[in-house]
């Protein structure tokens, strides 16, 4: 994992994402009175089997960023299980904040990988520094206006504020990712998804599009 460091000014903002729910599996059990003590320990054998069955479905439900859903910035649902077999880089990102001119080398970065798979996707929030102010309509015309971006970029949302966006969750979550887990300190943290769904690598805000260890990781991502 890479972590650049730094704190950050002012930044933006985006809303909407959701988890994208497991499958729910129903299992009947039929009970009848226990007529003896082994006949009961059965009953509890089996009924111990099926809580195990539906907690490790849940559990199963959570184990990569494919579980997840987000809105576009035009209120469109996606699911990031559209995009296996990409390599993603996943990026809170903000309008007002002075990290913002990284959407320049993102933009350069994604023109220079895209035809291999590559996809950088940009959800803005406003929960750092309020950079983000705006609405979707404004960061989708700031974004095109300014710097021309044409990576996929999501609908506004919450990030360390409540309610917060599940997929931050897993991001962040110390226990499910030890290497890449943590809060989000400010605008333009990066995470670096393989093909499989697996995260790779982060990248504190400090490290920008251009840096040599995030081009380095992408280009090994995508071989």
Known sequence: MWRGGGPGPAGSGFSDLLPISGCQHRITIKCRPPIDVGDYTVQRTLLSSAIGVILTA???????????????????????RDFKGKVLLIVNVASRCGYTPQYAGLQKLYLAHKDQGFVIIGI??????EGEPGSDPEIKQF???????????????????????????????????PRTGGEIQWNFTKFLIGRDGT???RFEPAVTPEDPSLVKAVENALQ
């Open 124 to 129: 803005p929030s406003d929960d750092f520094g």
């Open 199 to 201: 995260i790779l690598a």
């Open 58 to 80: 849940q559990i199963l439900s959570a184990a990569s960023v494919y579980d997840y859903e987000l809105r576009t910035i035009d209120y469109d649902k996606v699911r990031l």
């Open 143 to 177: 974004c095109r206006r300014k710097y021309d971006v044409t990576f996929p970029m999501m609908s506004k949302v919450f990030i360390r504020a409540n309610p917060r966006l599940p997929l931050y969750d897993y991001l962040t979550d110390e226990s499910e990712n």
